[in-house]
T-cell receptor, first 116, second 118 residues
Framework: GAVVSQHPSWVICKSGTSVKIECRSL??????MFWYRQFPKQSLMLMAT?????????EQGVEKDKFLINHASLTLSTLTVTSAHPEDSSFYIC????????????FGPGTRLTVL | GESVGLHLPTLSVQEGDNSIINCAYS??????FIWYKQESGKGPQFIID?????DKRQGQRVTVLLNKTVKHLSLQIAATQPGDSAVYFC?????????????????FGQGTILTVHP
């Protein structure tokens, strides 16, 4: 099956620094990728839709200047958490759909961000 | 709509029992539903899906039931095994809009923590 990877798998950073998370589709091209955030013992909440060659679309309540998304190629989307604070600590997961009508969706393994 | 972000309900079963996990979805216009399994520290894994023109679909040891009248989805796991212990999420997809941002977008349900005791 299709594989989506994320890097890094975990990161610890100091408050005020920026962190970049990569999401790659390894064996298929993805013009669209999705970024989710998941707090402990909670569900996945969609943050934004990453679109190759155009601006990302953010969900209501998600600050676009804080969570910068770049979809530089058909296999790579990056999420940069700028000026991270402890409340940004979370599990960040990306997904990439493919197939007819993008019905199949493949999830990355997630990135655990801890902001001290 | 967005998932509520409440703490997850739990279900504990004995190995070999059948498990039923329920989910209420929010959008009556959704046309596609998926169940995912998420193990600790990992991304969601696809289990089974169902389209809105069906009310039941079976896979290997799993069955999904869809009741559109009450907007309810359930996942039945037969002969539950310790390896089935995980968090289970349902997800819905609104009718695709080829020109809009909802293309492929999923909304996740609350989730249920399943614990299988040997």
């Amino acid at each position: 099956g299709a594989v989506v990877s994320q890097h890094p798998s975990w990161v610890i950073c100091k408050s005020g620094t920026s962190v970049k998370i990569e999401c790659r589709s390894l064996d298929f091209q993805a013009t669209t990728m999705f970024w989710y955030r998941q707090f402990p013992k909670q569900s996945l909440m969609l943050m934004a839709t990453s679109n190759e060659g155009s601006k990302a679309t953010y969900e209501q309540g998600v600050e676009k200047d804080k969570f910068l998304i770049n979809h530089a190629s058909l296999t790579l989307s990056t999420l940069t958490v700028t000026s991270a604070h402890p409340e940004d600590s979370s599990f960040y997961i990306c997904s990439a759909p493919r197939g007819i009508r993008l019905a199949e969706q493949f999830f990355g393994p997630g990135t655990r961000l801890t902001v001290l | 709509g967005e998932s509520v972000g409440l703490h997850l309900p739990t279900l504990s079963v004995q190995e070999g029992d059948n498990s039923i996990i329920n989910c209420a979805y929010s959008n009556s216009a959704s046309d596609y539903f998926i169940w995912y399994k998420q193990e600790s520290g990992k991304g969601p894994q696809f289990i089974i899906d169902i389209r809105s023109n069906m009310d039941k679909r079976q896979g290997q040891r799993v069955t999904v039931l869809l009741n559109k009248t009450v907007k309810h989805l359930s996942l039945q796991i037969a002969a539950t095994q310790p390896g089935d212990s995980a968090v289970y999420f349902c997800a819905e997809r609104p009718v695709l809009n080829a020109g809009g941002t909802s293309y492929g977008k999923l909304t996740f349900g609350q989730g249920t923590i399943l614990t299988v005791h040997p």
